[in-house]
Each structure stands twice: as structure tokens, then as C-alpha cells.
């Protein structure tokens, strides 16, 4: 029996059989484009190598075709060669000559994302949105992050001399500094007050091992479980997404912890949570500040969105997208932002980062005022966030606390050197106290 179709059935048949030569079409011309432009840039190519003042490099040549391709997408996609994988395997697991510094490219100039805590650039002051102009009287500018990571690694124990320039500062400052063996030491902690202190510094292969083995220790040393525990998150630039992961397990028993979206609305992959929280429902503190990013940033949003902790300090770096390795070769890959993160509420923090429930500056750091501020929205072609948050609103506010109004010289004759640390543990230990006081009533 012979199907009918309706006027509507055949019309829309119709427009799609229609559809297909144009979509065809459409393609074709996209393709023509396309090899019009790889033709432009091989007369490109070709002019450059017969006629530049120097014989050039074919290598070079490609080399700086492909950083400018991937420069034009946004600031964390790169092409890793040898030398670049090796140095990320030393960031993440491994331990190296140097001064301890994260940094990034921005203009032609290397700026700093932050130091590591207990190495040589962090004991000589040197701050997150700083810029290193010269190393040993070398000017870095124009040159690549490559060459001045290099330059700055180096035997242990051998000196090196960098200059700074620190925006709101009127002349530069000249640092003179010692390598030393940087090694990764991803958690530190103690107990102060009673309370568990945890010191995360990077989120390298052993992250999460180190964070339960820590939490295990600071029981041991009490014979008991502490009053809660303050997780400092301050100036860790990130790492590994599985050891954010594991981190934020430690402290949840159950729910998503984060979720990564591709390009097509269909690729999406969550993470969960699973059962057993680590720190027994004890209170918990995050300190963040503009040098929390990444991973770190995943493990504050997290916690803050299962309101189990209580997040505090300064709105973090704002760098919410999800880098892929992959490999090109046996010497070469590259590194390509593939996706976003979200928050178990569903939220993306790229751009306006993680804002502390409770903001607290560091009134300790004598230019805490007049330092400027670097985060993700400050990088040129970062990825836009569909959902902006007005930030400048939030943080601008003329009137002065009065629980922050001391100066550093006060609060350095009280014995406190880190503010935000000392209001995170007072706080805490108010929290602990609010059970026992309910239950004499």
C-alpha cells in the first residue's frame, strides 16, 4: 500500500531535499576559503625564507606559525615541544633548580601568576602581577617564557639578579636571589589552636594522598579530632583536575563535585563524590585569594556549593576552562583548551572567579591597597563567560570595615603576620564553640 504524505509532509520533504545542494554548497565555499588562506600563507612562507635580511630556519618558520595560532585562541592553549613537556612533568611530579615562580607571557612581557610558598622568590617579596623585565641585567622583553624559564632555572645555589617592575611603584625593583632545589611539597600542615591547618600548594600527582594523610596526622598528634580545619588555597595556581577531584572528596561524602562541558551541548562529564567524608563533618575554612586558580578554584566552588565549608578571603583568578594533552608525536603535543568546568550548581567561574562568603582582606600586607590585582579577565583573548558578574561592584567599597581597620605596624605588635590566616582561625574557633555553648542552655 502506497504511503500518503500531507501537504505539510511534502513540503517540509521538499525543503530539505532543497536544502541539500545549498548546504553543499555552503561547504564547498568554506573549504575554497579555507585553501585560499593556506595558499596566502605559503607565498607568505616562501617570501619570508627567500628574501628576509637572514637566512631563516624552516623550523623556526613553522614553529612561530603554530604559537601564533594558538595565541589567537586564548592564553593557556600551546604547542609543547620536548622541552616544554619536560618542564610541565617537572611542575606537576618532579623537583628543579630554580627560584619557585609561576609565570605566564602577557604582551611581550613575563608576569608572574604567583610564587610557591618557602622558596626564593616568595621569602624576596616577590607578588602575583608582577613583571620580570631583567634577569642578570638581560632585558626579557620580546624574548619567549621558554627562554626566560630557562634563564631562570639553574644550578643550586648560584645566584641570579631579577628586576621588577610592580605596577602603582615608581621605579623598579631590583632583586638579587639564590637557586635552590624547588621541591614539590603539594600539602604542609599543622596544628594551631587546636585546629587542623592544611597548607595546599599545588595539585600535583600526590594532591589527594597527601591531603587524607595530613588530615590522619593531625589527628594522631591531638589524640583527637581538632576543633575543624582551615584549607589555605592562597596563591596555588592549580594543577591536575584529578587531584582536585580527590581533594574535594576528602570533604564531601556524596553529590557532584565538578562537571566539564565541550563544544557540542551533548559532551558533557561529571564527577562525583564518594561516600565517606574524610574530616567527619568537622567545620571547614577555605582561604582564597586572586592567586587561587584553577584547580584550586574547583575545589573552593565545590566545597562552597555543598555548603560545606566556609569560604573566605578575596575572589579568586577566575580561570574556569579545561585543558587537554594531546599528544602529536613522540617529542611534541598540544596543549588545547577542550572544554569549561562547572560548579556542582551548575555555575562557570571563568572570568568572575569564586567570591568568598566572608571577605577579608589582608590588611597585614603593608600594600594590600595599592597593589593591583591580576586575574584571568586580565589575560588579552581569554574565554568570555555567556553570564557576567558585575565584580567591580562588589569589591568596591569606599567605607572601612572596622573588624579590618588595624594597620600592619598594629597587627604586627599583636604577633599577627597574616591576617586573613589569624580572622580564618578566630572565626573557627567561634564556630566550635556554638554546639557546647547550645547545650548548656
Known amino acids: 500500500m502506497a504511503r500518503a504524505f500531507s501537504w505539510l509532509q511534502a513540503t517540509a520533504i521538499a525543503g530539505a531535499l532543497a536544502l541539500v545542494p545549498a548546504v553543499t554548497a555552503a561547504s564547498a565555499a568554506s573549504d575554497s576559503d579555507t585553501y585560499h588562506e593556506l595558499d596566502t600563507f605559503m607565498q607568505v612562507f616562501n617570501q619570508v625564507k627567500a628574501n628576509y635580511v637572514d637566512k631563516v630556519d624552516d623550523k623556526m618558520l613553522i614553529r612561530g606559525a603554530i604559537d601564533g595560532m594558538l595565541n589567537s585562541l586564548d592564553p593557556h592553549s600551546s604547542y609543547m615541544d620536548a622541552l616544554d613537556f619536560q618542564n610541565m612533568k617537572i611542575l606537576t611530579d618532579g623537583n628543579y633548580g630554580g627560584l619557585g615562580l609561576s609565570v605566564t607571557m602577557q604582551d611581550g612581557a613575563v608576569k608572574v601568576i604567583a610564587p610557591q610558598e618557602d622558596t626564593p622568590a616568595f621569602r624576596a617579596g616577590i607578588k602575583s602581577g608582577d613583571y620580570i623585565t631583567q634577569i642578570d641585567g638581560q632585558l626579557l622583553f620580546g624574548g619567549t617564557l621558554d627562554e626566560a624559564v630557562k634563564a631562570m632555572r639553574g644550578a643550586p645555589g648560584t645566584k641570579i639578579a631579577l628586576t621588577i617592575v610592580r605596577p602603582g611603584r615608581d621605579k623598579p625593583i631590583e632583586v638579587s636571589l639564590v637557586r635552590e632545589v624547588i621541591v614539590q611539597k603539594p600539602v604542609k600542615w599543622e596544628v594551631k589552636d587546636g585546629i587542623g591547618y592544611l597548607n595546599i ?36 595556581g592549580g594543577g591536575l583536575l584529578s587531584q582536585a577531584i580527590e581533594v574535594s572528596d576528602a570533604f564531601l561524602s556524596d553529590g557532584e563535585i565538578v562537571s566539564q562541558r565541550g563544544r557540542d551541548k551533548a559532551d558533557i562529564e561529571r564527577y562525583y563524590a564518594r561516600p565517606g567524608d574524610v574530616a567527619a563533618g568537622l567545620p571547614v575554612i577555605v582561604l582564597v585569594n586572586a592567586g587561587t586558580a584553577s584547580a ?3 575545589v573552593a566552588a565545590a566545597l562552597q556549593d555543598h555548603h560545606r565549608a566556609l569560604i573566605m578571603g578575596e575572589r579568586t583568578f577566575g580561570k574556569g576552562s579545561v585543558q587537554t594533552l594531546l599528544q602529536l608525536g613522540p617529542d611534541s603535543a598540544l596543549r588545547l583548551t577542550t572544554a569549561r568546568y ?5 555555575r562557570s567561574v571563568q572570568e568572575g572567579g569564586v ?35 558585575d565584580n567591580a561592584i562588589l569589591e568596591e567599597d569606599t567605607k572601612t570595615d572596622p573588624r579590618f581597620a588595624a594597620t600592619p605596624d598594629e597587627l604586627k605588635k599583636r604577633g599577627v603576620t597574616d591576617f586573613q590566616l589569624y580572622y580564618a582561625l578566630q572565626t573557627l574557633g567561634r564556630l566550635s564553640r556554638v554546639p557546647a555553648a547550645m547545650a548548656k542552655r
Not at 217 to 233: E, M, Q, T, W
Not at 342 to 346: D, I, V, W
Not at 368 to 389: C, G, Q, T, W
Open 201 to 236: 600548594n599545588t595539585f600535583s600527582e600526590n594532591t589527594g594522598a597527601d591531603v587524607r594523610g595530613a588530615i590522619v596526622a593531625i589527628d594522631k598528634s591531638l589524640g583527637h579530632k581538632p576543633l575543624g580545619y582551615v584549607v589555605d588555597l592562597r596563591d596555588n
Open 296 to 298: 584550586s578554584e574547583i
Open 342 to 346: 562547572f560548579t556542582p550548581s551548575g
Open 355 to 389: 567570591r568568598p562568603d566572608i571577605s577579608v582582606p589582608q590588611i597585614s600586607d603593608p600594600d594590600y591597597k595599592s597593589r593591583p590585582i591580576f586575574r584571568e579577565a586580565d589575560l588579552r583573548r581569554h574565554l568570555v563567560n555567556a553570564v557576567k558578574a
